[in-house]
């Protein structure tokens, strides 16, 4: 009998490991940055030019990064859900815009909408490399001592705004 | 014949005629420049043939043309401008993309199963192989034939000899 269970048995166990292997996704490759602190950049704004945003000038609050671009088609895809989550004014979203050209992306916020709190500009994508960015959309999740505490790899849809982000948001807004 | 021939050589001189009228060279890009320094570029692609491009991810970073890798070479070329060692620059990817990056894997907890799970799973394969075949060993058994069962087989074989010659 176990001459016919032991293939039976062995082949299950496989089975078992090779479709776990088929809900995981290889493109999404955990960031070293959770739990460590957000890289620190200064960067010009997109709207106003001349003025610079500081890493450092969101210390105190929860806020979200979210990477974007105009060129990017996937970004178009969660952007009238980041333009809903800032109308509601449960947090702020600051936008890297990646290796975009200025007037592009300008007229690409005037059509879809802004739910930028800032842009910043990263034309090179040096801080893209910084936060560890290969695919826009990402979006961080930044704590109120500036650490990372979630990444967002592609675009954020209504199910993970419902079950990781938002609950975190609230949790690390309820924190000192 | 000589008409299969004609045809060949018509096709061939239409063919060849075209790559003159529209040379391949105008639609391909223009190669990108090479840093000035051939140290540098040495040294980066030495780096960047054991670096995994996490757009295309089974190509190396010094294999691949999409935009992540251009933008990691060049990182890698600055950084190799302002010296820093090897080490720090892999370090320095590492710290930001994680250790998906290298080919090579560390050896460290979490990749344990990875680096010796190969020879787990070979050891448990021939430690099988060895109990099966042992096993199999202790069932045969030496059983001796009567006079009657000998002259029985005999009979059998010699009868198969004179069915082939037929």
Redesign the interface.
Known sequence: MTRYLMPLAFFIILAVFLLIGLTLN??Q?????IDKPAPKFQLNQLHVPEEIMSSDDNLGKVWMLNVWASWCVACRDEHPLLVQLANSGIVPIYGLNY?DDRNTALQWLKRYGDPYAISIVDT???V?????V??VPETYVIDKKGIIRHKQIGPVTVDSLEKKILPLIKELQSQA | MMHQFSAVVKVTIFVFVLFLIFPLSTWSKEALPVAEDPEVEKRMLALTVDLRC??C?NESIADSRA??SN??RR?IREQIKADKTDKEIVQFL???????VLYNPPMKPTTILLWFGPVILFVIGVSSLIVFLRRRRLQIEDVTLSQEQLKEAEALLNENKKGKNV
């Open positions: 290889p493109r490759v955990p960031s070293p940055l290796k090179d994508g040096k893209g490399i910084d936060y560890g290969y695919g | 996490l757009v991810q935009e992540f933008d990691i990182e590492v710290d930001r993309y994680g250790d998906f």
